[in-house]
Every structure is written in structure tokens, then in C-alpha cells.
């Protein structure tokens, strides 16, 4: 593997600039954390993408003269394209055919939302007993429901069986979904399907008793690959984090709810960096998640406005068995919980740094 592929695979940013303050080099992650391409920038210097007066570049520079390299934490870049970059950088010198200034850096966000990801992921394994004990005590009343259902379809005219086939097939649904929570997973399969084969599925199904206020919403890419996923846990886990949604807008006099799709590049979860994420988004204009409940909203039995009971744990539970992680931002006026998913496998462990 060559230079440049190598540092395409890091999860932290780096750039090299030659000694007139031009850019000489952005690897992948740069590209995309400053949304532009090394193209447009190769070549220019600094103060052609970056503010000058929110650089302190004459303290950097005298750094680098006594010390040989820097080091700045929480240091805010104004860009040039409107966006507003926090970061730990550092920088020094290296000698190629010529000398260049080697800067890399990582942005307190994605510090961040690295450790609330692990965070999640620890958490997510004491649910999982959790959740395992549950679905134990729910197993076998349900074998009871399925033979009273059976026996009840025996005693009823043709025309009204139809009600009794809608209670077995929910009885095996369910029967299905306790045994993904009580085996991890292990039996359910997987295969390669658009994911809007199941957004789909779940907007219907909600779409059937949705309240008069709320209005379902979708906003899907088209363009998105195929991934291999078991898609009873996936369509199981987004129809529990929707309702959640409809659940949270009950008392709003009007209330959108959207489902929203989209491809990630070079997104990591927890220690892991994969090459390309499907992200989808169930976006509400409701009341938000009480400040007290948010650490514990995936905590089964934990309920509140945004958070009914097991719903939330299990839907979490269902999308770390495809190797992929739920996450929320919440405020007053709205609510966004986004379902991460890897198109192809993890490239690397990426060790960010805890810094806090």
C-alpha cells in the first residue's frame, strides 16, 4: 500500500502545506470534514479556504521556529465556505524532496460523539441481559396465545378467520424477534437489498393508523447502494424507533415526522472505520426528550415521551447485531434519531483518543 492510500484510511485529518503556506496535500477525511476536494484547494495558499484572523499564525509560526512543531487544542477555524471547525491540531516538519509542514487534526464533534458511541455500546451489553431475561418471560405466554388462537380458528366461520391468520402472523413475528433477542442474533439471516425495501415496508404499516395531526414524510437517495443486512431485525428496529416518533408527536397539534436516507463515507463507529454507512434518519418536530431521560433513552424500561418502555433498547439491541449503532440529538423543537449501517466491512480500528 502506497503513502497517500495509507493516510487515506486514518480517521484523523491531515493536510501538509509547502513552506509559502500552500496546500500540498488533504487526505480523504480532510476532504470531507472541510467539504471541499484537493483539487480545488492543491495549490493555493492558507487564506485562500481559511480566515486569517482566526488563525494565530504568528504564535504558531514562532512555535514551530523554537520547538519544531505545535500543538493547539480547541482551536476554532472560521472557513471560507461558512463552516466553523473546533479541533485539536498539531503540526511539524517533515523533509520530503523538500521540507513541508505536516498538520493533523481531529475535531472535538467527532471526539465526541466517539466516546457517547462507546458509551452506547457498553451500555447496549447490559441491555442485552436485560433484554434476554425479558423475552424469556415473554416466550412462553406467547406458545399459549398461538395454540388458543388456533383452537379459536377452528370454532370461527370462514369469513372471520381472517382476523385470527392476522394474530398468528403477529404471534410468529414476535416468536421471531424473541429468539434474534434471545440468541443474539446468531440465527438471523442476512441478504442484499436496498434499504428502501424496508423504509417502505415500515411507512406503510405506520401509515395505516397514523393520527390525524402527524404527517409521515420521506426523503430517501436513490442512489444508495445495496448492503447485507437480516432485514426482519433492521424493518423491526425502524418501525420501533417511528412509532417512538408518533408516540412523542401524540399531543402536537400538527407534527411532521420524516424518514430520511443517506450515504456516509468514511464513518466510524465506536473503534471501527468503514469505507461507506448507510444513515437513516426519523426526523419529529415533537416536544424533544426530557434533558433527564437522554443518558438512558436505549435503557429498557425507561420511559417518557421519547422513550416507551423496551422499544428504544430493542431497536438498538437489533442494529448493533448488524454491526451498526443508534444515535439521537434532541432539543425542544425537534427530535433526530439516526440508524447507522455498514455497506462493506470495517477497514481499520481507528483508537481515537480519549481527551476527556
Known sequence: MNTKALLDQLSTAVMLFDTHGRFAY??????????TTSKVLLGQRYSYFIASDSLPLRELLKTLKDNGSFAQDDLRLELL????????FTGHWIHL????????????????????????????????????????EVKNPLSGIAGAAQLLAQELP?????????????????SKLVDRLLLGGKKASKVSLNIHEITEQVYDFCNINLPKNIQLMR????????LNIAPESVYQALLNVVQNAVDACAEQKRATITIKTRAIPRHSIGIKQYPLIIRIDVIDNGPGIDPALQPNVFVPLISGKQSSGLGLGIAQSLIQQQEGIIE??????????????PVVKAEEEVGLINNE
Open 81 to 88: 465556505n461558512g463552516r466553523n471547525i473546533i479541533a485539536n
Open 26 to 35: 488533504l487526505n480523504q477525511t480532510a476532504e470531507s470534514a472541510l467539504m
Open 97 to 136: 524532496e523538500k521540507p513541508y509542514l505536516l498538520v493533523e487534526w481531529q475535531d472535538r464533534q467527532s471526539i465526541k460523539r466517539y466516546q457517547n458511541e462507546l458509551g452506547i455500546l457498553q451500555q447496549n451489553q447490559t441491555n442485552n441481559k436485560l433484554l434476554a431475561q425479558l423475552a424469556h
Open 328 to 341: 439521537f440529538i434532541s432539543d425542544p423543537s425537534s427530535t433526530i434519531f439516526s440508524i447507522y449501517l
Open 219 to 226: 426523503d430517501y437517495d436513490p442512489s444508495l447502494p445495496e
Open 158 to 174: 370462514p369469513e372471520q378467520q381472517e382476523f385470527t391468520a392476522i394474530i398468528q402472523h403477529e404471534i410468529e413475528r414476535l
